[in-house]
């Protein structure tokens, strides 16, 4: 029994010890770091450890909804999220986030002025934006034989089974609205119930519910169809040039995503270590470069390849932005409305 | 012993196949040399490569050896000893205990996984507006819940395989040696001990493998900065999948392959001297 | 030394980290998220009927399957020879060591659209056979992202824990009550329906509900294989604490509605087979 303890003890100090040896190469604490899938040049993070000796613990969540139940159930604690718009606003509204010391981000002034103190923030002091784009359709052309123009191609009965839609209620019923000629950020109950009621007409047709396994399903053309942000749609196409993408002619949802610190992290100041180190043109540059979102930043964009600075993907027109439109936060009715009508959509 | 005939050969066979052919997949496609998984393109060693170098999966693996191997260290001895303390229970408390020590194995994963999850983060959400605020520590839910959830479904397996060779066990011998001057602990070092040998080594066994296959209570206790190796692979699932996961696979089934190899040959081994040995026996008799 | 005060540090463990949890579930599913004393969350259940239905349905299904399929096998395995059973309870439980998401991450590959299952049949030209015959245009089975494929990813995953407990109870079977059997003149359907068949009960027993009950729970390989198209009870408690409906109420009290149900089929398949306390775990 004794040399069961001490082997016991010897492996437990053993283990403390690998797990110390671990840490202390690192001799300036850490950063929790929450980011989309997908989102991110990694090579950054190393580069940045290097650069400030802060560990990155990196993270990822598939959409906005998900990343706000893992902060609400306290199960995780963050220093850096990468929320969108309306969920900035809604952080902001239930008291979730921690005001940005600007002083520790002297790279917030390349950020272009378009992009500061926008709705969701409009004394900009919780945020710093990371990238924005459009939503759009990606389709397979050679599966697709007409050039969709509309979110009914979503619709299509002859691409039943060839059909992928967003698997987050926001974007999912938000292109239901947009079909039915409904805003994004309705707060009518019965123009949310018919939208729902549209995608579970849909559902027959849905091959499935994907967020970033849409990657491998266009790729390999496993389906023919699906709506996603611009900058993945071009990532996909440049591994399929048999893919393209189209904004719809009803308009569809310009978003803005940017970095915030919840409320009680532990590593504020690592955070906005690392906040400030994602705003040196050169890092944007390079981590546009790598997930082909749309830079906020015209020192970046100028650093950025001609072929991704000239996509009309990545910037589209501007008749494309002016059909955009922004999401909102709903008031908690109509999040309530929501979260029911989703799960009825899932059990149909 | 009757033998079975053609259609029941060919109904094993089948499960057979059946059982392995994603097996196979997953490990032929593991060399090859294209990020597909269902076109061949040319043998390749890439996946390979690419895993040692993924610093997230090999951290992900350290974390599961350890959570294991710390869970099966306390819940063998947790186990142990509570197997032995419910062995000397009168009946009632008894079957009570059994009852609750049920609960884990019979539970839904999810249910045992949420539940903790509300304790830890109840207990953590006190601490750290009470006790925490004063003296500055936060805490949350990382390593130490995971291990905590872990020890908590190990014991229940230790304890099933421990206490049927207490069972077994005759109480006199105990009572001799006690007779004949040995302290209880000697006493149960030296003969009771050998006695369920077997069955404490057989629940740590099993407490480690629960540990390491468990995906469910993982992910709702292990919190943000803390991910095991199925929790990796799960949220690998959620993304573009990289042919690294075959990988993975590979390794991890010529490693159980080799495992299991070399504990049957090792028991069959030992069948044989002990039936050598028993024919010798008779032999003198 | 009393050695039952031995059991004490884990009597103490099972309190905090068993009873306690469980009786936080209760409460929680008993507030709002205001704190207030509710029947509410109970009451939104209902909207979810369908929910249960279809995990149940599926898990059925899964479990019938698992015994259709594990119990003929358990049966031809423990007539071999020591060898091959050896072998085969190996070959059995060696799936079982690599982690469930591997293995159903696995048929992903094979079931989908351009995986290798359709890719072969292409490629054997049954889609053109088929077509021909029929005047269809099928290029490819759709496979995945279908409950069948969810049936199919629990029955893979869980087949090995109907066919070890069965198995084991077969094998035990003293041969010599059999050959009584055959002596007395009963033939091989007879000794099979009146001795080996009630006495290898309580191994179906808890095969049954080794298989039902990570089925009817499952929230991964929903996901994995069901393309987020079949939503059960698994996904519908995950998504009430890391997913897109936050409500850990409703989580709870979706989660002892299922825990009670399920211990209710229990209690009853239980009561139908008396002692089958000492079920095979391993």
Same mark, same amino acid.
Not at chain 1, 83 to 112: K, Q
Not at chain 1, 246 to 255: A, D, K, L, Q
């Given at each position: 029994?004794?040399?069961?303890?001490?082997?016991?003890?010897?492996?437990?100090?053993?283990?403390?010890?690998?797990?110390? &040896?671990?840490?202390?190469?690192?001799?300036?604490?850490?950063?929790?770091?929450?980011?989309?899938?997908?989102?991110?040049?990694?090579?950054?993070?190393?580069?940045?450890?290097?650069?400030?000796?802060?560990?990155?613990?990196?993270?990822?969540?598939?959409?906005?909804?998900?990343?706000?139940?893992?902060?609400?159930?306290?199960?995780?604690?963050?220093?850096?999220? +990468?929320?969108?718009?309306?969920?900035?606003?809604?952080? +902001?509204?239930?008291?979730?986030?921690?005001?940005?010391?600007?002083?520790?981000?002297?790279?917030?002034?390349?950020?272009?002025?378009?992009?500061?103190?926008?709705?969701?923030?409009?004394?900009?002091?919780?945020?710093?934006?990371?990238?924005?784009?459009?939503? &759009?359709?990606?389709?397979?052309?050679?599966?697709?034989?007409?050039?969709?123009?509309?979110?009914?191609?979503?619709?299509?009965?002859?691409?039943?089974?060839?059909?992928?839609?967003?698997?987050?209620?926001?974007?999912?019923?938000?292109?239901?609205?947009?079909?039915?000629?409904?805003?994004?950020?309705?707060?009518?109950?019965?123009?949310?119930?018919?939208?729902?009621?549209?995608?579970?007409?849909?559902?027959?047709?849905?091959?499935?519910?994907?967020?970033?396994?849409?990657?491998?399903?266009?790729?390999?053309?496993?389906?023919?169809?699906?709506?996603?942000?611009?900058?993945?749609?071009?990532?996909?196409?440049?591994?399929?040039?048999?893919?393209?993408?189209?904004?719809?002619?009803?308009?569809?949802?310009?978003?803005?995503?940017?970095?915030?610190?919840?409320?009680?992290?532990?590593?504020?100041?690592?955070?906005?270590?690392?906040?400030?180190?994602?705003?040196?043109?050169?890092?944007?540059?390079?981590?546009?470069?790598? +997930?082909?979102?749309?830079?906020?930043?015209?020192?970046?964009?100028?650093?950025?390849?001609?072929?991704?600075?000239?996509?009309?993907?990545?910037?589209?027109?501007?008749?494309?932005?002016?059909?955009?439109?922004?999401?909102?936060?709903?008031?908690?009715?109509?999040?309530?409305?929501?979260?029911?009508?989703?799960?009825?959509?899932?059990?149909? | 012993?009757?033998?079975?005939?053609?259609? #029941?050969? /060919?109904?094993?066979?089948?499960?057979?196949?059946?059982?392995?052919? $994603?097996?196979?997949?997953?490990?032929?496609?593991?060399?090859?040399?294209?990020?597909?998984?269902?076109?061949?393109?040319?043998?390749?060693?890439?996946? !390979?490569?690419?895993?040692?170098?993924?610093?997230?999966?090999?951290?992900?693996?350290?974390?599961?050896?350890?959570?294991?191997?710390?869970?099966?260290?306390?819940?063998?001895?947790?186990?142990?000893?509570?197997?032995?303390?419910?062995?000397?229970?009168?009946?009632?408390?008894?079957?009570?205990?059994?009852?609750?020590?049920?609960?884990?194995?019979?539970? #839904?994963?999810?249910?045992?996984?949420?539940?903790?999850? /509300?304790?830890?983060?109840? #207990?953590?959400?006190?601490?750290?507006?009470?006790?925490?605020?004063?003296?500055?520590?936060? /805490?949350?839910?990382?390593?130490?819940?995971?291990?905590?959830?872990?020890?908590?479904? *190990?014991?229940?397996?230790?304890?099933?395989?421990?206490?049927?060779?207490?069972?077994?066990?005759? $109480?006199?011998?105990?009572?001799?040696?006690? *007779?004949?001057?040995?302290?209880?602990?000697?006493?149960?070092?030296?003969?009771?001990? $050998?006695?369920?040998?077997?069955?404490?080594?057989?629940?740590?066994?099993?407490?480690?493998?629960?540990?390491?296959? *468990?995906?469910?209570?993982? !992910?709702?206790?292990?919190?943000?900065?803390?991910?095991?190796?199925?929790?990796?692979?799960?949220?690998?699932?959620?993304?573009?999948?990289?042919?690294?996961?075959?990988?993975?696979?590979?390794?991890?089934?010529?490693?159980?392959?080799?495992?299991?190899?070399?504990?049957?040959?090792?028991?069959?081994?030992?069948?044989?001297?002990?039936?050598?040995?028993?024919?010798?026996?008779?032999?003198?008799? | 030394?009393?050695?039952?005060?031995?059991?004490?540090?884990?009597?103490?463990?099972?309190?905090?980290?068993?009873?306690?949890?469980?009786?936080?579930?209760?409460?929680?599913?008993?507030?709002?998220?205001?704190?207030?004393?509710?029947?509410?969350?109970?009451?939104?259940?209902?909207?979810?009927?369908?929910?249960?239905?279809?995990?149940?349905?599926?898990?059925?299904?899964?479990?019938?399957?698992?015994?259709?399929?594990?119990?003929?096998?358990?049966?031809?395995?423990?007539?071999?020879?020591?060898?091959?059973?050896?072998?085969?309870?190996?070959?059995?439980?060696?799936?079982?060591?690599?982690?469930?998401?591997?293995?159903?991450?696995?048929?992903?590959?094979?079931?989908?659209?351009?995986?290798?299952?359709?890719?072969?049949?292409?490629?054997?030209?049954?889609?053109?056979?088929?077509?021909?015959?029929?005047?269809?245009?099928?290029?490819?089975?759709?496979?995945?992202?279908?409950?069948?494929?969810?049936?199919?990813?629990?029955?893979?995953?869980?087949?090995?824990?109907?066919?070890?407990?069965?198995?084991?109870?077969?094998?035990?079977?003293?041969?010599?009550?059999?050959?009584?059997?055959?002596?007395?003149?009963?033939?091989?359907?007879?000794?099979?329906?009146?001795?080996?068949?009630?006495?290898?009960?309580?191994?179906?027993?808890?095969?049954?509900?080794?298989?039902?009950?990570?089925?009817?729970?499952?929230?991964?390989?929903?996901?994995?294989?069901?393309?987020?198209?079949?939503?059960?009870?698994?996904?519908?408690?995950?998504?009430?604490?890391?997913?897109?409906?936050?409500?850990?109420?409703?989580?709870?009290?979706?989660?002892?509605?299922?825990?009670?149900?399920?211990?209710?089929?229990?209690?009853?398949?239980?009561?139908?087979?008396?002692?089958?306390?000492?079920?095979?775990?391993?």
């Amino acid at each position: 029994m004794k040399k069961v303890f001490l082997f016991a003890l010897s492996l437990t100090l053993l283990l403390s010890l690998t797990a110390c &040896g671990g840490g202390s190469s690192t001799t300036n604490g850490e950063v929790n770091v929450y980011n989309w899938g997908e989102y991110i040049d990694e090579d950054l993070l190393e580069e940045f450890e290097e650069e400030t000796g802060i560990k990155v613990n990196y993270t990822t969540y598939s959409d906005n909804e998900s990343m706000y139940s893992t902060l609400k159930n306290g199960s995780a604690e963050y220093d850096v999220i +990468i929320p969108s718009d309306y969920m900035i606003s809604r952080l +902001i509204e239930e008291d979730m986030l921690e005001t940005i010391d600007f002083d520790n981000v002297p790279n917030f002034a390349n950020i272009d002025d378009d992009y500061k103190n926008l709705d969701y923030d409009p004394t900009n002091e919780y945020s710093v934006p990371y990238m924005w784009g459009v939503v &759009g359709i990606v389709y397979n052309t050679t599966m697709v034989d007409y050039t969709p123009t509309s979110w009914d191609v979503l619709w299509d009965e002859d691409l039943s089974g060839q059909i992928l839609m967003f698997d987050n209620s926001r974007d999912a019923i938000g292109i239901a609205l947009k079909s039915l000629g409904y805003s994004y950020n309705t707060t009518d109950e019965a123009e949310i119930i018919e939208a729902v009621d549209k995608l579970i007409e849909q559902k027959p047709l849905v091959q499935a519910y994907v967020m970033d396994q849409i990657f491998d399903k266009m790729e390999a053309g496993e389906a023919a169809v699906g709506p996603y942000y611009a900058g993945d749609a071009i990532t996909m196409i440049s591994e399929n040039p048999d893919l393209a993408f189209v904004f719809p002619e009803e308009g569809s949802n310009y978003y803005v995503d940017a970095m915030c610190i919840p409320k009680g992290a532990a590593n504020k100041e690592n955070a906005e270590a690392f906040i400030n180190f994602m705003c040196e043109p050169e890092v944007m540059a390079a981590n546009a470069e790598e +997930i082909y979102y749309s830079t906020p930043s015209s020192a970046a964009k100028e650093l950025l390849e001609d072929e991704l600075k000239d996509s009309d993907i990545a910037y589209p027109a501007q008749e494309v932005m002016d059909k955009a439109e922004v999401y909102v936060n709903l008031p908690q009715t109509v999040l309530d409305l929501y979260d029911e009508e989703w799960i009825r959509l899932k059990a149909a | 012993m009757r033998k079975n005939g053609f259609f #029941a050969r /060919l109904g094993l066979i089948l499960t057979m196949i059946f059982l392995y052919a $994603p097996i196979v997949v997953l490990i032929v496609f593991s060399f090859n040399s294209s990020k597909s998984r269902t076109v061949w393109t040319g043998f390749s060693l890439q996946w !390979y490569v690419e895993l040692f170098d993924d610093s997230r999966i090999l951290s992900a693996l350290a974390t599961t050896l350890e959570v294991s191997v710390l869970a099966m260290v306390f819940s063998t001895v947790l186990g142990t000893m509570a197997a032995i303390g419910f062995y000397n229970m009168r009946k009632r408390p008894r079957t009570v205990c059994m009852a609750i020590n049920n609960i884990p194995m019979t539970n #839904a994963d999810i249910i045992t996984g949420v539940s903790l999850m /509300l304790l830890f983060v109840f #207990a953590i959400g006190a601490f750290n507006s009470t006790l925490g605020q004063l003296t500055g520590v936060t /805490l949350k839910l990382g390593f130490a819940t995971l291990l905590l959830a872990h020890i908590t479904f *190990d014991i229940p397996y230790v304890i099933l395989s421990v206490l049927p060779k207490l069972n077994q066990c005759d $109480p006199n011998i105990e009572e001799a040696a006690l *007779d004949l001057g040995a302290t209880p602990w000697q006493a149960f070092l030296k003969v009771v001990l $050998p006695e369920i040998q077997p069955g404490v080594l057989n629940g740590a066994i099993m407490a480690f493998t629960m540990s390491v296959d *468990d995906f469910v209570i993982s !992910y709702f206790t292990a919190g943000s900065s803390t991910s095991t190796l199925a929790m990796e692979v799960y949220s690998m699932t959620r993304k573009r999948i990289s042919p690294e996961i075959n990988a993975l696979s590979t390794l991890m089934f010529v490693v159980v392959l080799s495992l299991l190899a070399i504990v049957n040959i090792r028991s069959a081994r030992q069948e044989k001297a002990a039936a050598a040995r028993a024919a010798k026996l008779q032999g003198k008799g | 030394m009393k050695k039952k005060y031995l059991a004490i540090p884990y009597v103490v463990w099972m309190a905090i980290f068993v009873i306690v949890p469980l009786c936080l579930v209760v409460g929680y599913s008993l507030v709002n998220p205001e704190g207030q004393l509710t029947l509410e969350n109970f009451k939104a259940l209902t909207q979810y009927w369908t929910v249960f239905a279809t995990s149940f349905r599926l898990a059925i299904i899964a479990t019938a399957v698992c015994l259709l399929i594990g119990y003929p096998i358990a049966y031809w395995i423990s007539r071999e020879g020591p060898g091959v059973k050896r072998i085969a309870m190996i070959a059995m439980m060696l799936p079982m060591w690599m982690n469930f998401l591997l293995r159903t991450y696995a048929w992903m590959s094979l079931l989908e659209n351009t995986g290798i299952i359709n890719t072969l049949l292409a490629n054997l030209g049954v889609f053109k056979l088929i077509n021909a015959v029929f005047g269809t245009e099928l290029t490819y089975f759709p496979m995945i992202n279908t409950p069948g494929a969810v049936v199919l990813g629990m029955v893979y995953n869980y087949l090995p824990f109907m066919i070890l407990p069965i198995y084991t109870v077969i094998d035990k079977i003293d041969t010599r009550v059999i050959e009584a059997a055959e002596d007395l003149g009963a033939n091989g359907v007879q000794v099979f329906r009146k001795i080996i068949f009630p006495l290898s009960l309580p191994g179906v027993l808890s095969g049954i509900t080794m298989v039902f009950i990570p089925s009817v729970s499952t929230f991964a390989i929903s996901k994995l294989l069901g393309g987020g198209m079949t939503l059960l009870l698994g996904d519908l408690i995950e998504m009430q604490f890391y997913g897109n409906a936050y409500n850990p109420y409703l989580g709870s009290a979706i989660s002892l509605v299922m825990m009670v149900i399920v211990l209710i089929c229990m209690a009853v398949m239980n009561h139908f087979g008396e002692g089958e306390e000492g079920a095979v775990y391993f």
